[in-house]
């Protein structure tokens, strides 16, 4: 039985492409203040345009609706070398299209923003997922029950921190122990470094301030001498700080063990549960909005629909003339 021919490589970006895309994503880093995390989903894409359209389009100077069009075309529909992208991938590819094309129009390269014209799949609104609070409650105290060992000191720490916050996970493993708020031996709140380079302090409860002291007196020390000096607050097993993929390992893993195991779950469904259950206990969204540090309340307020729907399903089974009615008496003579 002959193999099938190997997929053939993509086509290098040529220096002029190359040049550009450099351009736009130092941009990104020092003038919006763009994570490396999203630089390089930017880069991504954008090489993939280059490679695209550059045979026929050499200088991103050159490019225009139809051009761009093609090529979203071409990624839809998919071919040998890869299949075709779901909606919302696609329109992540849009979007960094037309934040390339805006920055060259800015930059003199472009008369015309090209990118207008591009019509991409609308996605449907999704709902966060949110955990209950008893799901939160198991997973945490599944945490709080590891033996007391150093890297168990620290995930019992990192997903209070989570839940007690509403951190982003990139934001929680950003923390250094100077983030850390309050009186000397005291942890009140905690700085966290958000999206733009904006900065934001929430406030902690008893039960991570509890569990932040444990790792500091007896888990950080030890994780600490395994390693180089480093700022860092939350640390791996070899003294480092721990990466976002570790958290998301330290999520799973106690998950597990709290029997959670088949529940979609995610660092960011502690972040969404943190305004979910705010929002159910009376907060307000302008409060909430602050804490999760978005800048726009409209970001916010998608977790009022959460509630809203939580609402009417606990209304609908618990007033006695809102459930669906039965059979009717029949009103002929």
């Known amino acids: 039985m002959s193999e099938s021919p190997a997929p053939a490589p993509a086509p290098p970006v040529s220096p002029v492409w190359e040049r550009a895309i450099e351009r736009f994503l130092r941009h990104l880093r020092i003038e919006r203040g763009r994570s490396e995390h999203t630089i390089g989903a930017y880069r991504r894409d954008l090489e993939a345009l280059a490679a695209s359209v550059g045979a026929a ?18 990624l839809r529909e998919g071919g040998p ?12 590819h849009a979007s960094s299209i037309r934040g390339f094309c805006r920055f060259l129009v800015d930059e003199g390269v472009l008369a015309v923003d090209p990118s207008t014209r591009l019509v991409t ?11 209950s609070i008893e799901q939160v409650r198991r997973l945490l105290e599944a945490a709080a029950a590891a033996p007391d060992e ?3 000191l620290r995930d019992a720490a990192l997903l209070e921190l989570l839940y007690a916050t509403g951190a982003r996970v990139s934001e929680a493993v950003g923390i250094d122990v ?18 733009g380079g904006k900065q934001r302090v929430v406030p902690v409860g008893s039960y991570a301030r509890a569990a932040v002291d444990a790792y500091l007196v007896r888990g950080r020390p030890v994780l ?13 097993a070899r003294g480092a700080r721990l990466s976002r993929q570790s958290a998301w390992l330290v999520l799973r893993a106690v998950a597990e063990r709290a029997g959670l195991g088949e529940v979609e779950l995610s660092p960011h469904s502690l972040r969404h549960s943190f305004a979910t259950h705010l929002l159910e206990g009376g907060a307000d969204v302008r ?6 540090g978005h800048a726009n309340v409209a970001t916010t307020q998608i977790y009022t629909r959460v ?8 209304y609908r089974e618990a007033h006695p003339r809102a459930r669906d009615r039965g059979p009717q008496p029949s009103t002929s003579a």
């Open 57 to 74: 389009t050499p200088d991103p100077a050159a490019l225009d609706a139809e051009v761009l069009a093609g090529h979203l075309r071409s």
């Open 81 to 92: 070398a890869a299949p075709p992208l779901a909606p919302s991938s696609l329109a992540r």
């Open 121 to 131: 799949p609308q996605l449907p609104a999704r709902l966060p997922k949110a955990l």
């Open 150 to 152: 150093p890297t168990a």
């Open 178 to 195: 100077d983030d850390l708020v309050g009186p000397e031996g005291a942890v009140d709140a905690v700085r966290l470094l958000g999206k």
């Open 224 to 236: 600490s001498a395994r390693g180089r000096a480093t700022p860092a607050l939350l640390l791996g």
């Open 287 to 292: 409060v909430v909005q602050e804490l999760l």
């Open 307 to 314: 509630t809203a729907d939580a609402l009417r399903e606990m």
